[in-house]
């Protein structure tokens, strides 16, 4: 293989893990597409492995780390808020915003619509007719809906009926995952999903809690509880005590990530997790810093860029 074969599969390599790691973040549970992803990532470094003892590369290790070095690398975090304006549907919510096989999909009521481009379209669904995007949720290989005792699971462009055993009544917002396995936690009834049955599980130092206060800043799991004051962080079966610097009077379900970076929005305080810090953030505006009011609960992505909707209130970051 020659050189430009082998610079042709790092790049590859590097873009896929990035591609991952957002596909893991930006939608819920989807660490599943995202461990998937990094697989064929692997694959792609096995190659290019093979392909450096092919050519005899290796003798010339000095060289090659010198190339792949990336450690002066700064990734660039988002700093810019301009208005959005969309097509077809103007006036919407983002957390009535789901997505399906790559695409997003706008539901609230009977009102459904999906994203091409920037316009909205008006779609149907079969099944289930009348729903919000927001009792959407995943396990990574099927879509479904649950709100209280009514369940669906997506099956090309119909909803049909669902059962689940060991816990048959909840809500999709009480949902959440470790990135292993998906969890029920409202107050203290505590479940981990085992195939279509819901068991009990039992936590150590933290037994009562929301599943829609826990986030991750991509290698940890988090609980934080701005009533209480609480924080904590999560080893195996165990939550431990959790201390912030910087900014610490915070929700869970405020905290968001572009992929790489995580911040923490609520209503007109925004920071960003640096160092294990919480530092002040500041949007740039029309060319200015400006305040910009709106909550990490708002905020969803379509794969390629981050938006805020909220009403009649639409943002784009780059």
Request: net charge negative.
């Amino acid at each position: 293989m020659d050189k430009q074969t082998l610079s042709n599969y790092g790049w590859l390599t590097i873009v896929t893990l990035i591609l991952a790691v957002m596909l893991a973040l930006a939608t819920p549970f989807g660490t599943y597409v995202g461990d998937a992803v990094v697989s064929v990532a692997n694959g792609f470094v096995g190659a290019s492995n093979e392909a450096i003892d092919e050519d005899n590369i290796s003798t010339n290790q000095g060289k090659w780390e010198e190339k792949l070095d990336f450690s002066t690398f700064q990734p660039k975090q988002l700093t810019t808020v301009s208005v959005m304006t969309w097509k077809g549907l103007t006036s919407f919510s983002g957390f009535n915003i789901w997505t399906h096989n790559g695409k997003c999909y706008y539901s609230e009521d009977t009102n459904h619509y999906v994203l091409n481009n920037d316009t909205w379209e008006p779609t149907t669904w079969n099944g289930l007719t009348d729903f919000d995007g927001q009792c959407i949720w995943t396990d990574g290989a099927n879509t479904y809906y649950s709100y209280g005792t009514t369940h669906y699971v997506l099956n090309g462009n119909t909803w049909t009926t669902k059962t689940w055993t060991g816990l048959t009544s909840f809500y999709s917002n009480s949902l959440w995952t470790d990135g292993k396995n998906i969890y029920y936690s409202n107050s203290s009834d505590q479940y981990v999903l085992n195939g279509n049955t819901w068991v009990v599980k039992n936590w150590s130092g933290l037994t009562d809690f929301y599943g829609h206060n826990t986030w991750t800043d991509g290698t940890h799991y988090y609980y934080s509880n701005w009533y209480d004051g609480k924080h904590y962080v999560l080893n195996g079966d165990i939550w431990s005590e959790k201390v912030w610097n910087g900014y610490t009077n915070f929700y869970g379900k405020d905290v968001w990530t572009d992929g790489e970076f995580t911040y923490l929005s609520s209503a007109s305080h925004h920071f960003v997790l640096e160092n294990g810090i919480w530092a002040q953030k500041e949007w740039t505006a029309d060319g200015i810093l400006s305040p910009v009011v709106f909550s990490g609960s708002n905020l969803w992505t379509d794969g390629k860029h981050y938006y805020v909707s909220l009403a009649e209130k639409q943002y784009k970051f780059s």
